[in-house]
C-alpha cells in the first residue's frame, strides 16, 4: 500500500492512482488468503465454484445492508465503485481468512474483469471440462464474450497432494 500511495503522491499523472488485490499463502493444507477491493478469490471443489472473498464495493455494501438483492447487484451502474484500494490512502484495511484444502482444489484468484463478465455456471464448466493448463486462457476468453471492458486478470493454483520422504 505505502509503494503505491507514494508513488501516486509524487507523480502528478498517477494522482489518485490506487489497485485492488488478493493474496494467497497455503502452509500445511491450510489457505490463509487476504484480499482488498473487488479483486476475488473463489475455490473450485467437487465442481462447485465457491466465492471465498466479499468485494470491497457500494454495491456489496448495498446488499449487505438488504437494499439490493445480489441480482440487482450483478448489473448495477455503480457496480465498480470499490470502498477499498490499496494506494488511494496512507492506510487500508484487507481482510484476511482461511480455509483448509485438499488434493485437486483449485484457487482462482482474478480481477473484476473475470467475475462481472463471466457467470459463475460458466466459469464451472470451464473449470471441470478444460484441461488445467488451457483453462486460465478459456476463461479470459469467456470473460472476452461476455463483454470483456475491463482488465481481465486471472491466475488458477491447483492443490496437489503433499510430497512423500524416502528417507
Known amino acids: 500500500n505505502r509503494v503505491v500511495f507514494e508513488k501516486a503522491r509524487g507523480t502528478p499523472d498517477l ?21 482488498v477491493g473487488d479483486s476475488r478469490l473463489y475455490l473450485f471443489r467437487n465442481g462447485r465454484l465457491h466465492q471465498l472473498t466479499k468485494d470491497h464495493s ?15 447487484a ?6 465498480n465503485l470499490i470502498t477499498r484500494a490499496l494506494g488511494v490512502a496512507q492506510e487500508t484495511q484487507p481482510d484476511f481468512g482461511e480455509k ?8 482462482l484468484l482474478c480481477s473484476d474483469g ?3 463478465c463471466a457467470a459463475t455456471g460458466e466459469i464451472e464448466q470451464i473449470l471441470s471440462h ?16 461476455g463483454g470483456g471492458y475491463d482488465n481481465i486478470t486471472v491466475l488458477l493454483m491447483q492443490i ?4 512423500e520422504s524416502n528417507g
Do not use: W
Not at 489497485?19 to 488468503?33: D, E, N
Not at 450483478?74 to 457496480?79: D, G, S, T
Open 15 to 35: 494522482n489518485g492512482m490506487g489497485t485492488t488485490s488478493v493474496c494467497v499463502l497455503i502452509q500445511g493444507g491450510v489457505m490463509h488468503y487476504a484480499h
Open 58 to 72: 457500494m454495491v456489496q455494501e448495498l446488499v449487505e445492508q438488504g437494499r439490493l438483492t445480489e441480482e440487482e
Open 74 to 79: 450483478e448489473n448495477h451502474p455503480r457496480k
Open 100 to 107: 483448509e484444502v485438499s488434493p485437486r482444489d483449485i484457487l
Open 114 to 116: 473475470l467475475s462481472n
Open 130 to 145: 478444460t484441461p488445467f493448463f488451457d483453462a486460465a486462457h478459456a476463461l479470459v476468453a469467456q470473460a472476452l464474450r
Open 160 to 163: 496437489e497432494g503433499a510430497e
